[in-house]
């Protein structure tokens, strides 16, 4: 009875570690980890032992038995990894790092964002004794994208929340959330006040189109939404608000996040409301008039930029029916486990009535139409071309159409920004460095280091090679003293800001949002005002002597 990887793992390699007969792969350090779209579990090693179902934070591990019809092909999946023996040598893994013996006793780092590759960063630096981590953000709540990032209908996946509760509980660490560096603090305060600053700060924006008509109202970025579906802070006003008036919506690109737009945009209000979808976003589901949804990728099947885990779960939707248009003429449904079961879904009969979901393949976006808001999207036929160093290119044709549609999102990648003081790749968008340092006190983690690649498990391996370079680093001296002398607790010579959060403050306000969530048999509901979220980190005490301040000025 094997275990198997049922969806998107986080690739935090928890199981890895706890396997005792090294049966899942790829493991960190072989060759496709850091590119895995998921893990595998081996049918024929499989000893049924379910060390990796309790090591596993996001319960990705079922036995083969418990596995449930939309699940079933995750089997075969699991299965299909492993022939032609990828991994013939299975040595045991050590992925736990030697202890550092630290010079001069004690390490101060300010790590800057809270998201997953900051937080796996400070994990891998507090595995060390004497390292004190300061972990930064700008805004009042930590963990990135795995809050306001993964899907709503993706709940399981958001449970590897609970890897980074257990990281911020470790003794060194603390927080200074609602602090953002370049205004708040600057870049030269932490470097006066640590040894060593780590920037994990992700991709906040996203790639332009490029295309006529891109800035009409109801052409909007698909980062964007995703934000406010998730309740993030910085899109609660009105202004972000987003109409779902019109019957169809376009999502140009054709990665995972657009297939999560899609399935948002067609669900049931009522299956969504059971989980922490931002309350703005549940309101504008109810009342929207939106019954399909056409995804829009450049190339064919075989190159889309979704995984197959995602895909499954697509074709797994039981009140949306998915469907394929722009087949490649000459593909075999066959080539792949990818393009046999679009293949089975192009041949699928809609069901009259249902909520749509339209997979097309071989379209490039030309031109957004419409005067004062969107109304259609000209579209050309894509053909692919393969240039003489075997190259393959998406190239479109005259042969053009219009798609009505009241609202374009794109999402065809996400994009960082420029860090002030640090060095940057304009084309790449990432700051240049090398195996995370990019000079002796200041590092990089996460999407800024090498781009919006890989998952959430991907920061890991990530975080371990920065912190890697960052030890060897202050082993052999290359590190500046903070000017406090960076001996023993310490004090920072810069005072944080009066409205800075630490690890109490979140506490409080995930203890908040999970009691509002219980009374509505909820996750949580999330507050998404700011003034909201620094009200609930505030000590009880001084939420009543605030609360009185008002009444006494009313």
């Given at each position: 009875?094997?275990?198997?990887?049922?969806?998107?793992?986080?690739?935090?390699?928890?199981?890895?570690?706890?396997?005792?007969?090294?049966?899942?792969?790829?493991?960190?350090?072989?060759?496709?980890?850091?590119?895995?779209?998921?893990?595998?579990?081996?049918?024929?090693?499989?000893?049924?032992?379910?060390?990796?179902?309790?090591?596993?934070?996001?319960?990705?591990?079922?036995?083969?038995?418990?596995?449930?019809?939309?699940?079933?092909?995750?089997?075969?999946?699991?299965?299909?990894?492993?022939?032609?023996?990828?991994?013939?040598?299975?040595?045991?893994?050590?992925?736990?790092?030697?202890q550092r013996r630290l010079p001069a006793g004690e390490l101060r780092v300010a790590v800057v964002g809270a998201g997953p590759a900051g937080l796996f960063t400070a994990d891998e630096l507090l595995k060390h004794p004497g390292v004190h981590?300061?972990?930064?953000?700008?805004?009042?709540?930590?963990?990135?994208?795995?809050?306001?990032?993964?899907?709503?209908?993706?709940?399981?996946?958001?449970?590897?929340?609970?890897?980074?509760?257990?990281?911020?509980?470790?003794?060194?660490?603390?927080?200074?959330?609602?602090?953002?560096?370049?205004?708040?603090?600057?870049?030269?305060?932490?470097?006066?006040?640590?040894?060593?600053?780590?920037?994990?700060?992700?991709?906040?924006?996203?790639?332009?189109?490029?295309?006529?008509?891109?800035?009409?109202?109801?052409?909007?970025?698909?980062?964007?939404?995703?934000?406010?579906?998730?309740?993030?802070?910085?899109?609660?006003?009105?202004?972000?608000?987003?109409?779902?008036?019109?019957?169809?919506?376009?999502?140009?690109?054709?990665?995972?996040?657009?297939?999560?737009?899609?399935?948002?945009?067609?669900?049931?209000?009522?299956?969504?409301?059971?989980?922490?979808?931002?309350?703005?976003?549940?309101?504008?589901?109810?009342?929207?008039?939106?019954?399909?949804?056409?995804?829009?990728?450049?190339?064919?099947?075989?190159?889309?930029?979704?995984?197959?885990?995602?895909?499954?779960?697509?074709?797994?939707?039981?009140?949306?029916?998915?469907?394929?248009?722009?087949?490649?003429?000459?593909?075999?449904?066959?080539?792949?486990?990818?393009?046999?079961?679009?293949?089975?879904?192009?041949?699928?009969?809609?069901?009259?009535?249902?909520?749509?979901?339209?997979?097309?393949?071989?379209?490039?976006?030309?031109?957004?139409?419409?005067?004062?808001?969107?109304?259609?999207?000209?579209?050309?036929?894509?053909?692919?071309?393969?240039?003489?160093?075997?190259?393959?290119?998406?190239?479109?044709?005259?042969?053009?159409?219009?798609?009505?549609?009241?609202?374009?999102?794109?999402?065809?990648?996400?994009?960082?920004?420029?860090?002030?003081?640090?060095?940057?790749?304009?084309?790449?968008?990432?700051?240049?460095?090398?195996?995370?340092?990019?000079?002796?006190?200041?590092?990089?983690?996460?999407?800024?280091?090498?781009?919006?690649?890989?998952?959430?498990?991907?920061?890991?391996?990530?975080?371990?090679?920065?912190?890697?370079?960052?030890?060897?680093?202050?082993?052999?001296?290359?590190?500046?003293?903070?000017?406090?002398?960076?001996?023993?607790a310490g004090t920072s010579v810069t005072a944080a800001p009066a409205d800075a959060v630490g690890l109490d403050g979140w506490r409080a306000i995930d203890r908040a949002e999970r009691a509002a969530g219980a009374l509505q048999q909820r996750?949580?509901?999330?507050?998404?005002?700011?003034?909201?979220?620094?009200?609930?980190?505030?000590?009880?005490?001084?939420?009543?002597?605030?609360?009185?301040?008002?009444?006494?000025?009313?």
């Open positions: 009875m094997p275990y198997v990887v049922t969806r998107s793992c986080c690739a935090d390699a928890s199981c890895v570690l706890a396997c005792p007969v090294n049966c899942i792969h790829p493991a960190p350090g072989e060759p496709g980890f850091a590119e895995a779209e998921m893990l595998y579990v081996d049918p024929r090693a499989c000893v049924d032992c379910g060390a990796c179902a309790t090591a596993c934070p996001v319960d990705a591990l079922k036995p083969h038995t418990k596995l449930s019809a939309a699940e079933q092909p995750f089997l075969d999946l699991n299965a299909a990894y492993y022939e032609g023996d990828p991994h013939p040598v299975r040595t045991p893994l050590a992925l736990v790092p030697r981590v300061t972990v930064y953000d700008r805004l009042p709540t930590p963990y990135g994208l795995a809050r306001a990032g993964v899907a709503p209908d993706h709940q399981d996946t958001k449970q590897v929340i609970r890897l980074f509760q257990a990281i911020e509980g470790q003794p060194g660490f603390s927080y200074r959330l609602n602090v953002e560096i370049g205004k708040d603090l600057l870049h030269e305060d932490l470097i006066r006040d640590h040894h060593a600053v780590v920037y994990a700060v992700g991709a906040a924006t996203d790639r332009r189109l490029g295309i006529d008509g891109e800035e009409l109202p109801g052409s909007v970025s698909a980062t964007d939404f995703v934000a406010w579906y998730n309740g993030h802070p910085d899109h609660d006003t009105a202004s972000y608000a987003h109409e779902l008036a019109g019957e169809r919506a376009v999502v140009v690109g054709n990665g995972n996040v657009a297939l999560d737009v899609a399935r948002v945009l067609t669900a049931d209000p009522a299956a969504v409301a059971r989980t922490d979808i931002g309350d703005g976003a549940l309101a504008a589901l109810r009342d929207s008039r939106v019954r399909e949804v056409v995804v829009l990728g450049r190339r064919g099947p075989a190159e889309a930029s979704f995984t197959m885990p995602e895909l499954l779960a697509l074709a797994a939707l039981e009140e949306v029916d998915v469907t394929v248009e722009g087949w490649p003429e000459g593909l075999a449904a066959d080539a792949s486990a990818r393009t046999e079961l679009l293949a089975l879904l192009a041949a699928r009969t809609p069901t009259p009535g249902r909520r749509r979901i339209v997979l097309r393949f071989l379209t490039t976006p030309t031109r957004v139409l419409g005067g004062d808001r969107v109304t259609g999207l000209e579209v050309a036929r894509t053909e692919l071309r393969t240039d003489e160093d075997g190259t393959v290119r998406a190239v479109p044709t005259a042969d053009t159409e219009v798609i009505e549609t009241s609202l374009v999102l794109r999402s065809v990648g996400y994009r960082a920004r420029p860090i002030p003081g640090l060095p940057f790749d304009a084309t790449r968008a990432t700051v240049p460095h090398e195996r995370g340092r990019v000079e002796p006190g200041v590092y990089v983690a996460g999407w800024i280091k090498r781009g919006p690649t890989g998952f959430i498990g991907t920061n890991k391996s990530c975080a371990e090679e920065t912190v890697t370079a960052l030890l060897d680093d202050f082993e052999a001296g290359r590190l500046t003293v903070p000017a406090y002398g960076g001996s023993g996750p949580r509901v999330k507050l998404t005002d700011r003034s909201a979220l620094l009200d609930a980190a505030r000590p009880p005490k001084e939420r009543r002597l605030l609360s009185l301040t008002v009444l006494r000025r009313s």
